[in-house]
T-cell receptor, first 113, second 113 residues
Framework: KQEVTQIPAALSVPEGENLVLNCSFT??????LQWFRQDPGKGLTSLLL?????REQTSGRLNASLDKSSGRSTLYIAASQPGDSATYLC????????????FGKGTHLIIQP | DVKVTQSSRYLVKRTGEKVFLECVQD?????MFWYRQDPGLGLRLIYF???????EKGDIPEGYSVSREKKERFSLILESASTNQTSMYLC????????????FGPGTRLTVL
């Protein structure tokens, strides 16, 4: 059974810094890994999806990487802004086209102005 | 833009009541999912469906049932609500592909008294 872990659980950095959020998973037979953002009391917003055959995906200031052999993914945020403050969740799909995602517990990120 | 809507943002029910949570998506997605989110436990999959009238148990189906009579609508049913079902409930949908992004609704915060 897939297990997903995110470290650190919380992170606070000054505005403008580049930062890395970490995600590890136990089952390397993963179809894709997805990164989400969640604002307090709200639903999830999809940020990036990396397919198992890909190494990384980029969207604006965000870059996500996937290393299946080591069971790790990272989300890199460049030039952080206060608006980036949120909880970031990673989730893996190990079951194919119809299965649900297995989520990590998230990293709560605060960007200090 | 994909839109996933949930019938209520906040709901308060009494122990023993039958509760219906409704989810509708407008992108003709085959897959639909119900998750619950609890502090310290993260998001966990309750049920999912990959076609009309089809359903599969997720990780924590006990105490819940689902209904999918139309492709765009997926209902979560609490037959007899209990206090330990107080939670945030999130619905999601996706295409039927191992590489499909899951799109989430805004969530329903259910309190069972």
């Amino acid at each position: 059974k897939q297990e997903v872990t995110q470290i650190p659980a919380a992170l606070s950095v000054p505005e403008g810094e580049n930062l890395v959020l970490n995600c590890s998973f136990t089952d390397s037979a993963i179809y894709n890994l997805q990164w989400f953002r969640q604002d307090p009391g709200k639903g999830l917003t999809s940020l990036l999806l990396i397919q198992s055959s890909q190494r990384e995906q980029t969207s604006g200031r965000l870059n996500a990487s996937l290393d299946k052999s080591s069971g790790r993914s990272t989300l890199y945020i460049a030039a952080s802004q206060p608006g980036d403050s949120a909880t970031y969740l990673c989730a893996g799909n190990s079951g194919g086209g119809a299965d649900g995602l297995t989520f990590g517990k998230g990293t709560h990120l605060i960007i200090q102005p | 833009d994909v839109k996933v809507t949930q019938s209520s943002r906040y709901l308060v029910k009494r122990t023993g009541e039958k509760v219906f949570l409704e989810c509708v998506q407008d992108m003709d997605h085959e897959n639909m999912f119900w998750y619950r989110q609890d502090p310290g436990l993260g998001l966990r999959l309750i049920y999912f469906s990959y076609d009309v009238k089809m359903k599969e148990k997720g990780d924590i189906p006990e105490g819940y049932s689902v209904s999918r009579e139309k492709k765009e609508r997926f209902s979560l049913i609490l037959e007899s609500a209990s206090t330990n079902q107080t939670s945030m409930y999130l619905c999601a949908s996706s295409l039927r592909s191992s590489f499909a992004t899951q799109y989430f609704g805004p969530g329903t915060r259910l309190t069972v008294l």
